[in-house]
């Protein structure tokens, strides 16, 4: 599992209530990725970070923010949840940004919005 | 990454035979490619990379091999295993995309025993 812990692992929440998933590595690896996972539309990212404080817009990024105050932890907040964010996030890893670099994932959080 | 419909294509396999999971790209400036398997409940695991200076890499029991011409990409599984049965699925990166995944839609291998 590339030293990924991801938590809650399992959450339900009601529409219009905050949300935080927690992503932590042991790796020390520099970038860390948020993507969601959908049928239909296989894996998509979110937000990624490539460095403390230093974060950014991937392709899905509406209605999500991330937060990154530490090398080994990578928040990813639902301000206010909506039943179109029910999905599998899983959060992902790489040493460094060059194409090239292996991008290892957790095991996911399965969040339902009710 | 590419839209596909709710049901994944999928591939039976007999035990022991051998695997080969396709999957066409759209990026032409794409350099890195992966092939990751993801299990039920479980996140994607890595299994194999090339880069696009190569066309064909191994590993064990399995080999992918890309051609830029046309832009495909395969992956092989020899003498497949019950617990081959997952997704597959291609990612590619690069261009302006940076290391930034861009995946297809997945392939589900059934092995029958």
């Known amino acids: 599992d590339a030293g990924i812990t991801q938590s809650p692992r399992h959450k339900v929440t009601e529409t219009g209530t905050p949300v935080t998933l927690r992503c932590h590595q042991t790796?020390?690896?520099?970038?860390m990725y948020w993507y969601r996972q959908d049928p239909g539309h296989g894996l998509r990212l979110i937000h990624y970070?490539?460095?403390?404080?230093?974060?950014d817009k991937g392709e899905v990024s509406d209605g999500y923010s991330v937060s990154r105050s530490k090398t080994e932890d990578f928040l990813l907040t639902l301000e206010s949840a909506t039943s179109s964010q029910t999905s599998v996030y899983f959060c992902?890893?790489?040493?460094?940004?060059?194409?090239?670099?292996?991008?290892?994932f957790g095991e996911g959080s399965w969040l339902t919005v009710v | 990454g590419e839209n596909v419909g709710l049901h994944l294509p999928t591939l039976s396999v007999q035990e022991g035979d051998n695997s080969i999971i396709n999957c066409a790209y759209s990026?032409?400036?794409?350099?890195?490619f992966i092939w990751y398997k993801q299990e039920s409940g479980k996140g994607p695991q890595f299994i194999i990379d090339?880069?696009?200076?190569?066309d064909k890499r191994q590993g064990q029991r399995v080999t992918v091999l890309l051609n830029k011409t046309v832009k495909h990409l395969s992956l092989q599984i020899a003498a497949t295993q019950p617990g081959d049965s997952a997704v597959y699925f291609c990612?590619?990166?690069?261009?302006?995309?940076?290391?930034?995944?861009?995946f297809g839609g997945g392939t589900r291998v059934l092995v029958k025993p």
């Open positions: 992902a890893i790489s040493d460094t940004g060059g194409t090239g670099n292996t991008i290892y």
């Open positions: 790796e020390n690896h520099r970038y």
């Open positions: 970070s490539y460095g403390v404080k230093d974060t």
């Open positions: 990026n032409s400036a794409s350099d890195y």
């Open positions: 090339i880069r696009s200076n190569m």
């Open positions: 990612a590619e990166s690069g261009g302006a995309a940076g290391n930034k995944l861009t």
